[in-house]
């Protein structure tokens, strides 16, 4: 076959481009839920993280924050995703719900670093003028240092979601027709490897790469209201 047979073959021939289009759309439904549950998450993990007794020990919620940021860490993402799949959620005939709160469970451990190290970069001396302005600790944190870290916290958040995008790819061992499943799946009916599998390649590129671009774009915006 010549490339251009091949490409008919893995895009236009039976409207095979719509499973990439469909794929494409299950990959972005499952980044983009999983990236709320996991920046919601992820922040109330950084925040027990940073608790702390009156006496600057450690508290309790601390040490849990901690356990589960290790475990999800320390174990493969399919793994847990098989685990969500084949046990967790065993009775649930959705995919990409089941899909979305594991990757989702995933990234707060992730998201939780992230957060607490955008906060930690925040001078010290901001939470002492909240309390002295008679600010309990916890609205000092809302309302002065939170939207202060923010500006440390997106440009990493959005890399965050660029890897969560591409750790998606593993959803066929659930049988979700993701964009990676689409061009398998095109394989198998053509029976050549290398227009479906580029073609998918380059389908993820081009959108990583929109919002690698869009990601620069934010960043310079940040950095020119730090200048002012």
Do not use: C
């Not at 073959?9 to 990236?35: C, V």
């Not at 029976?191 to 380059?202: D, N, S």
Request: aromatic share 8%; hydrophobic share 50%; charged share 15%.
């Amino acid at each position: 076959m010549t490339i251009g047979e091949k490409f008919t073959a893995a895009f236009i021939a039976e409207n095979r481009w719509q499973l990439y289009l469909k794929g494409l759309g299950i990959t972005i439904e499952i980044a983009f839920f999983a990236a709320i549950i996991g920046l919601m998450l992820g922040t109330v993990l950084a925040l027990m993280n940073l608790s702390t007794h009156k006496n600057g020990k450690p508290a309790v919620v601390h040490y849990l924050a901690t356990a589960y940021v290790d475990i999800i860490r320390g174990t493969p993402s399919v793994l847990q995703l098989l685990i969500m799949w084949f046990i967790v959620m065993k009775s649930s005939n959705n995919g990409v719900l089941v899909a979305s709160l594991s990757f989702g469970l995933n990234s707060a451990a992730y998201v939780s670093e992230i957060v607490r190290a955008g906060i930690l970069a925040v001078d010290k001396g901001q939470m002492e003028a909240g309390r002295s302005l008679g600010l309990t600790k916890g609205m000092t944190m809302r309302y002065v240092v939170l939207p202060q870290a923010m500006k440390n916290i997106i440009p990493p958040m959005g890399n965050e979601f660029i890897t969560l995008l591409k750790e998606t790819a593993i959803v066929g061992y659930v049988s979700l027709n993701d964009l990676t499943r689409a061009a398998n799946l095109i394989q198998s009916r053509t029976y050549e490897a290398f227009m479906p599998l580029i073609g998918a390649a380059v389908i993820y590129f081009v959108v990583i790469k929109a919002l690698t671009l869009a990601l620069g774009v934010l960043e310079r915006r940040l950095r020119r209201s730090d200048n002012r």
